[in-house]
């Protein structure tokens, strides 16, 4: 009976050493250079057995690997200044690898997420525009805005008022049926002539009421130039 073996593939000789102290559990920082030396040697040995080529770069690192195992063992002499730890040039290589390991880790999972995510062109919405969004006769609601905006600071209503102040409460319901009487009765009327109580709450409330009379087509508004009196009129019932 045959038997099949594999080893995990790995992308460099650092990622071997990664994985190689992994499974010993230890912290990069203390290896021991002897003990990682050899199991990195069993395992380009084990690669040897099963006929499998081997990349330069590992054989370089099991050189370096053992190099750094000779200094180790070189004794040291007393009266020479400290040395620098053999290992630490291999430490820091590690730590860097392992550092852009996990962000190369991260950046797999992204890559994952957005194959999940499918994207499309911009849809033409233009067939779901609504009709009539310009009010008849060219009079868009940013003219109605810019009236009545205009009509608050006109010069009319800062002048002091002989008025009496009575406190009366405004709906927009009962504004439009008002509204409603007063074209009924005159046919058309200037957009400022229905301001004709000069109270914030019923400037408002009249404002709301045109606006939604021009929503619901009860009124025409008509404009016949820039800048001209923005006339109303009785929109006649079809037949």
Known sequence: MEY???????????????HLIKQSNI???????????????????????????????????????????????????EDEEEEEDPREELISRLLEYQSYKESTS????????????HTKEPSDLLEFKEENQNIDYGVSLDDLVKAFEQ??????????????????????GKRCVQIRDILRKKKKITFQELFDIPTKEYLVVTFLAILSMVKKQEVFIEQSKNF????????????
């Open 4 to 18: 099949t073996f594999t080893l995990p593939s790995f992308d460099g000789p650092l990622d071997l050493l990664l």
């Open 151 to 172: 009509f608050l600071h006109s010069k009319e209503f800062q002048k002091p008022l002989n008025t009496k102040i009575a406190t009366k409460e405004y709906s927009v």
């Open 228 to 239: 001209d009196n923005i006339i109303i009129k009785e929109r006649e019932e079809k037949e």
């Open 106 to 117: 991260t950046f797999k999972e992204l890559e994952a997420y957005r194959k999940e995510v």
């Open 27 to 77: 912290n990069i920082c203390d290896i021991s250079i002897d003990e990682i030396t050899k199991q990195y040697l069993d395992y380009i040995e084990k690669m040897e057995d099963m006929n499998l080529d081997i990349a330069s770069e590992y054989l370089v690192m099991a050189a370096e690997l053992i190099e750094i195992k000779a200094k180790t063992l070189l004794p040291q002499e």
